[in-house]
């Protein structure tokens, strides 16, 4: 008898939360945390976990991250490991997103006759970031062998895998995009690559790519070098002269991922740390900063969300009209962070909906996942292709779908995130990480798109205003900012609250797809005990593994 099983789970499903002492992983995927759990048992740290769980998700999850995109990391590196019962330590944020190529210009879109940036094809793919990502995080932090960290990712590819639920929904969705655009040379190849059997695969079907394999064995090779300066970067950028696209092989040759210094705020004794810019991190911090002159009373109190609204509202606004390259941003972050500049947006907030305008202080488809080790060191990492699969661009033979991050960027020549040769767009994908009093708290995210700080704003406010454990943290239903007065909002909002928020001038929808609302983890840490507690996402096929 084949069992033939309905997907759509017409009942709440309970998770408890997670303990353990001695390591965790917590990824979108099973096989994926699987991974980063073997390289722990293996006597790996919490980055080498990282980069096996990364690796991984490229492979089992292809419709929100690649090979071909970019990644942030937030790595929290503990003082005196495995006796620092204080949970003391450092945290380092790496910026492994690409910039747009040399020959990609404004002029050279708008001639093509785009008045915006197109979301598929060659145009808006930029240097991909992640293969850096991991070499430049095992270089530093690393204990394991590199090959080692990509053996789990190239057996999976080669011998293939169940599709899980969730991803298949998506990756039919993708399926039906790409089909439509496969007249163009660029794109024809991804249904090759992702719907060899002339389909996307369906839930539980066994999906191989042999490219793949073989490209991830020539990075674990090379400590990902081919990629940028070797063979690979010599077939993207064949394919890419072939049809018509900009990215060069010096392109990628010149790229390197950079270390920086994480930004933050204190949301009520709890410092909150984010990636800064050109990272969209900041928009969640500026919401926080405004939420932190309200009384937070109860998480179900229709004044406070509507004031959690209208924040999120103002520091979107604001992030689109400041946010880019950090070095070509007209106002300073500190500018944007202050709490001058929080207690003037602050006093915008009435009683009613309003449709946000930026303001000007003083010049001055994603996954995430969490990992942490026996020694106290814990990671904030999140990769994306940006929309999706990205571009819908495939390199023949190798498994990489390009990123179609240069989406972001705006053909107006005003705005301070215009489209430059060699530019770095504002970018959605972020991680989060919480220290209180210099002690390591632990990692969280939230992705999907332009929810993500959103996500991060809930989440936070969750666990620090209402006590939730990660995982309740992330069952609670959540909102989205739409645009204008659009909110969104999931099943499980009483009612009442509902329709109070309809009364103040918000236009409400109820959500009919929770993969929007953003996928979130949570590893946190007791600073005393050194025991972790974890929460992973109902939205989609998330799982925690623990040593």
Not at 19 to 38: C, E, F, L
Not at 370 to 388: E, K, L
Request: net charge negative.
């Amino acid at each position: 008898m084949r069992l033939a099983f309905d997907h759509n789970n017409p009942y709440a499903s309970r998770r408890s939360a997670t303990y353990a002492d001695t390591g965790m992983v917590a990824a979108s995927q099973p096989q994926a945390a699987q991974a980063g759990r073997d390289m722990l048992a293996k006597g790996g740290n919490a980055i080498d976990a990282a980069i096996a769980t990364a690796a991984v998700l490229t492979v089992v999850e292809p419709t929100g991250n690649g090979i071909g995109g970019d990644a942030f990391a937030l790595v929290w590196i503990a003082d005196s490991a495995g006796g620092n019962s204080e949970g003391k330590g450092r945290l380092y944020g790496l910026d492994a997103s690409g910039h747009a190529p040399a020959g990609l210009t404004r002029e050279t879109v708008m001639s093509a006759g785009h008045d915006e940036m197109p979301l598929h094809g060659w145009t808006p793919v930029t240097v991909p970031g992640i293969p850096a990502a991991w070499a430049e995080l095992s270089k530093s932090y690393g204990k394991l062998e590199f090959a080692t960290l990509l053996e789990p990712a190239i057996r999976i590819a080669r011998s293939g895998f169940p599709v899980s639920p969730i991803i298949s929904q998506l990756w039919q969705r993708a399926e039906r995009e790409f089909r439509a655009k496969a007249d163009d040379p660029a794109i024809a190849p991804w249904l090759d690559a992702f719907a060899p059997e002339g389909q996307a695969p369906r839930a539980g079907e066994r999906y191989r790519n042999e490219a793949q394999a073989r490209t991830l064995e020539s990075l674990a090779a090379s400590r990902c070098e081919s990629f940028y300066r070797g063979e690979l970067a010599q077939k993207i950028d064949a394919f890419s002269r072939a049809t018509g696209g900009y990215l060069r092989a010096e392109d990628l040759a010149d790229y390197a991922p950079k270390w920086v210094e994480p930004i933050s705020v204190n949301y009520r004794g709890v410092d909150v740390w984010e990636i800064p810019p050109s990272g969209q991190g900041m928009v969640a911090l500026m919401a926080l900063n405004m939420m932190e002159g309200f009384d937070p009373s109860v998480r179900d109190d229709p004044q406070l969300l509507h004031r959690q609204f209208e924040a999120m509202k103002l520091a979107y606004t604001d992030g689109h009209h400041h946010i880019t390259q950090a070095d070509r941003m007209r106002v300073s972050v500190d500018a944007l962070l202050s709490e001058s500049y929080a207690e003037t947006r602050r006093q915008l907030i009435g009683e009613r909906a309003i449709d946000p305008t930026p303001g000007e202080p003083s010049a001055g488809g994603t996954v995430y996942l969490a990992t942490a080790d026996s020694d106290g060191n814990m990671v904030s990492y999140i990769q994306s292709n940006y929309h999706g699969f990205g571009s819908g661009v495939v390199v023949p033979e190798t498994g990489i779908s390009l990123q179609n991050r240069g989406h972001g960027f705006s053909l107006d020549s005003a705005h301070v995130n215009v489209l430059a040769p060699g530019k770095q767009t504002f970018h959605t994908i972020i991680p989060g990480f919480l220290t209180q009093d210099g002690a390591g708290l632990g990692p969280f995210g939230v992705m999907g798109g332009f929810m993500q700080p959103q996500g991060h704003m809930q989440v936070v406010m969750n666990l620090v205003d209402y006590g939730l454990n990660p995982q309740a943290a992330l069952d609670a239903p959540r909102w989205q900012w739409m645009g204008g007065r659009k909110i969104g909002i999931e099943p499980g909002y009483p009612l009442h609250l509902i329709r109070e928020m309809a009364d103040r001038g918000h236009q409400i929808s109820l959500a009919v797809d929770s993969t929007r609302y953003g996928r979130g983890q949570i590893i946190l840490r007791d600073p005393q005990s050194g025991v972790y507690c974890g929460g992973t996402e109902p939205r989609t096929d998330s799982s925690i593994a623990v040593l």
